[in-house]
């Protein structure tokens, strides 16, 4: 199994529609877990933390289940701006390698005109 | 407020010859972190440094990969005698100490 394993995608929805994005991972240990999106040849960028209670930001809500090892983000009223990849970042462990994060392979989001 | 300063964009070597990235991390940040980026994968770890100090290389592959922060100056993460292989998006992240990192706009290097 996969450390982190997303949906590669890619999603294309229409303006304005809701989108669902999952993620699973293989360490049961790990602490902590953020969505990263990156745009086409650019660099990753933070786009939420993933918090146990779930947490939003606007348009983004993210939810994690530790029980299932699962993580998710929905993004409501897509706008253009939000095509891109979006990154299932997790840190493994909380002592020794807690600096490492393990990257998703990303899931393509094109939102169509 | 300088985020992640990396450089060069963009390298072209050909095989055998020495690739070497530099990375200015975000200021007050004294923690550096490399990842690779292969076409299609995710982003692997490689190397996390602090100021004169390699923490943790277990991600850099055994032979031709070096990385060091030294005490004045930038990251440079070093790559000699590169093959195919190596071509890559090479980023570079940084952090205060723990989590979040902020990456820079990392160097894609193609080897011909």
């Known amino acids: 199994r996969k450390e982190v394993e997303q949906d590669p995608g890619p999603f294309n929805v229409p303006e304005g529609a809701t989108v669902a994005f999952n993620c699973t991972y293989s360490?049961?240990?790990?602490?902590?877990f953020f969505w990263y999106r990156q745009d086409c040849r650019k660099e990753p960028k933070l786009l939420m933390s993933v918090y146990s209670s779930g947490n939003e930001d606007g348009r983004f809500t993210a939810q994690l289940n530790r029980a299932s090892q699962y993580i998710s983000l929905l993004i409501r009223d897509s706008k253009l701006s939000d095509s891109a990849t979006y990154l299932c970042?997790?840190?493994?462990?909380?002592?020794?390698?807690?600096?490492?994060?393990?990257f998703g392979k990303g899931t393509k989001l094109s939102v169509i005109p | 407020n300088a985020g992640v300063m990396q450089n060069p964009r963009h390298l072209v070597r050909r095989r055998g010859q020495e690739a070497r990235l530099r990375c200015s991390p975000m200021k007050g940040h004294s923690h550096v972190y490399w990842y690779r980026q292969l076409p299609e994968e995710g982003l692997k770890f490689m190397v996390y440094?602090?100021?004169?100090?390699?923490?943790?290389e277990s991600g850099m592959p055994k032979e031709r990969f070096s990385a060091e922060f030294p005490k004045e100056g930038p990251s440079i993460l070093r790559i000699q005698q590169v093959v195919r292989g190596d071509s890559a998006a090479y980023f570079c992240?940084?952090?205060?100490?723990?989590?979040?990192?902020?990456f820079g706009d990392g160097t894609r290097l193609s080897i011909l």
């Open positions: 440094l602090q100021k004169e100090n390699i923490i943790d």
């Open positions: 360490n049961s240990a790990s602490q902590s």
């Open positions: 992240a940084s952090s205060p100490g723990g989590q979040p990192q902020h």
């Open positions: 970042v997790v840190n493994p462990s909380s002592g020794a390698g807690s600096y490492q994060l393990t």
